[in-house]
């Protein structure tokens, strides 16, 4: 269990610093529109950051959820 917990919080940690880059990228590079009236933008990283922010939510649930079971756990052996 306590492998779990190593991973699911490095993990959520991981994908969330992802989330921050990559709203900061779309952010920092910006959009335009050329000449010909065409829109440019990095639309990848919209898509990119709610994708590593659900599964940021996902692990820290995880992590939470293996946090209850081993102290659970834990209580149940001291009884």
Do not use: Y
């Amino acid at each position: 269990m306590n492998k779990v917990l190593k991973v699911s919080s490095w993990l959520g940690v991981l994908l969330f610093i992802g989330a921050m880059i990559c709203i900061a990228a779309f952010n920092m590079i910006g959009s335009e529109v050329d000449a010909q009236g065409m829109l440019h933008e990095p639309f990848f990283l919209i898509p990119l950051f709610w994708l590593f922010f659900m599964s940021s939510l996902l692990a820290g649930g995880v992590n939470i959820f293996a946090r209850n079971a081993q102290t659970k756990h834990k209580k149940e052996i001291i009884r």
